[in-house]
């Protein structure tokens, strides 16, 4: 179902992931004031809250990852290209889990400074999609383990 304010599927599905026990409402309250923290903060961007979210986000999305293989009793960790709807969950997941290690006075305003740092391929999220494409390129030799 798509949110009520922007009409995205994409938000409800980062809602969703945002959401503890259950409580929606506040969910969608944290994301909206998040939305209009990042519309100040960008007054002079040319680009919607909603776009600079979604280029965050894809700036935070992994191509390729590692997986552990057994092969002959070793164990091989070898890059595998991310399935696409693989790819939306963990940037969603990672960019909600290192905007909850922020430092910040509550929830919308770590979630604003953590999109605005994705958007500008920089902060947590990021850096953890660099360390993930690092893992598979030093492990590239490996790839023809995959099947």
């Known amino acids: 179902m798509p949110d009520p304010k922007f009409n995205d599927t994409l938000v409800t599905r980062f809602v969703n992931d945002l959401m503890i026990d259950g ?11 998040t939305m209009d923290m990042v519309a100040d903060k960008k007054k002079d961007d040319d680009k919607t809250p909603l776009e600079i979210w979604k280029k965050a986000l894809e700036n935070v999305t992994p191509m390729v990852e590692v997986k552990s293989r057994r092969i002959g009793g070793a164990t091989f960790q070898v890059p595998m290209e991310v399935n696409p709807r693989r790819k939306t969950a963990i940037s969603i997941r990672n960019m909600i889990k290192y905007a909850r290690q922020r430092n910040g006075k509550n929830m919308a305003e770590k979630l604003a400074q953590e999109v605005l740092a994705a958007y500008n391929e920089e902060g947590g999220a990021f850096k953890k999609k660099e360390e993930t494409h690092r893992m598979a390129e030093a492990n590239k030799a490996f790839a023809h383990f995959r099947f």
């Open 23 to 33: 409580k929606k409402n506040l969910a969608y309250s944290i994301f909206y004031a």
